[in-house]
């Protein structure tokens, strides 16, 4: 493992998450097949409101993929004006429908409808994000046995991530940044797992002298949705620099919309190990949605 705390510049090891990612699509595959070979298509639905082109994209990729390794794929649309009501009913009809194993609501929702109480709604054994209270509520409470519900997919993935690298997460200190619910706050709830065994410091906009946290890390995941806001100045040489933030501005130069991650590019040249982002946790979250949906059908078919 790559670690010299050298005095001269070092190029961190990049974990592709496309290569990982690719990886695990193609254990899904298989998967699928032995699902199919019983007369079970897992099914992945998708609920998209409105027609934001950064989630059109996200969606057409979740649909894109889960296609590609045999899964059957059901893609809902309302209206950007969709009342709560309709809303709530297209839930209650994936929720009833058999033939979709899992699904996720698009995230964010137009401002006008009450997100919680859709999320709500879902049934939480088709909850593919893993998000639904009962199934975060289920993760808290079990903290060593094995989780017989969907987990958080981001988090997951970031794991994932790092242990199809061979880096060994336990006893390493994880300096999280952001306590949102999709990511940070439900990442210290799997990194601190018996399984995984990490210990964890969850900073936020609360936080004082974030860089001097962010210098005691072995490990770094920053989803705080702030560009660049990881430097190098704050990572310890060597460490393992994961950059899960999305902040999307016009590039100066061309004009057209760019996506910019929460880590500095400079941290290439002190970290030991870096996600970039696109290219790294992206496509792994899109990975462990489609896991979610095919653990689920297995355990309808009755498959440990
Ligand atoms: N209920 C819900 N669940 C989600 O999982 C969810 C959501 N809402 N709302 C939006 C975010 C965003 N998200 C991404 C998924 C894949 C990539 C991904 O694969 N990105 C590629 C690049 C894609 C591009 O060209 O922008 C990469 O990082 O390499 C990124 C972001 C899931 N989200």
């Known amino acids: 493992m790559v670690s010299e705390a050298g005095t001269g510049t070092m190029t961190a090891q990049i974990l592709d998450g496309k290569a990982a990612s690719a990886a695990i699509k193609d254990e899904l595959a298989e998967r699928v097949a032995a699902l199919k070979a019983r007369g079970v298509t897992p099914g992945i639905a998708t609920v998209l409101v409105g027609a934001d082109p950064a989630s059109q994209l996200y969606v057409g990729m979740k649909h894109k ?31 009833a429908d058999e033939s979709c194993h899992g699904y996720i609501v698009q995230l964010p929702l137009p401002k006008h409808l009450d997100t919680d109480a859709i999320l709500e709604r879902i049934d939480p054994a088709k909850d593919a994000d893993g998000l639904h209270p009962t199934n975060l509520g289920r993760l808290v409470l079990n903290v060593n046995g094995p989780i017989e519900t969907p987990l958080p997919c981001t988090p997951r993935g970031v794991i994932e991530l790092l242990l199809r690298n061979d880096y060994d997460l336990a006893g390493k200190h994880v300096v999280v940044v952001g306590r949102g619910v999709t990511i940070g706050r439900s990442m210290g709830l799997l990194l601190t797992r018996r399984q995984v065994n990490a210990t964890v410091t969850l900073t936020h906009t609360g936080t004082v002298d974030m860089a001097h946290h962010l210098k005691q890390a072995d490990v770094i995941v920053a989803a705080a949705g702030v560009k660049h806001i990881v430097k190098p100045e704050h990572v ?69």
């Open 236 to 304: 310890k040489p060597g460490a393992a620099v994961l950059d899960v933030g999305v902040t999307r501005e016009d590039d100066p130069e061309t004009g057209k919309q760019k996506v910019y991650g929460d880590v500095d590019p400079g941290v290439r040249e002190v970290a030991g190990f870096l996600s970039p982002n696109p290219g790294g946790v992206g496509p792994m979250t899109v990975a462990l949605l489609m896991t979610n949906v095919v653990e689920t059908a297995e355990r309808q078919a009755g498959i440990a």
């Open 65 to 95: 993929r889960s296609e590609a390794i045999g899964m059957n794929s059901i893609q809902r649309e309302l209206p950007a004006d969709a009342t709560q009501e309709q809303v709530e009913a297209l839930i209650d009809e994936l929720n």
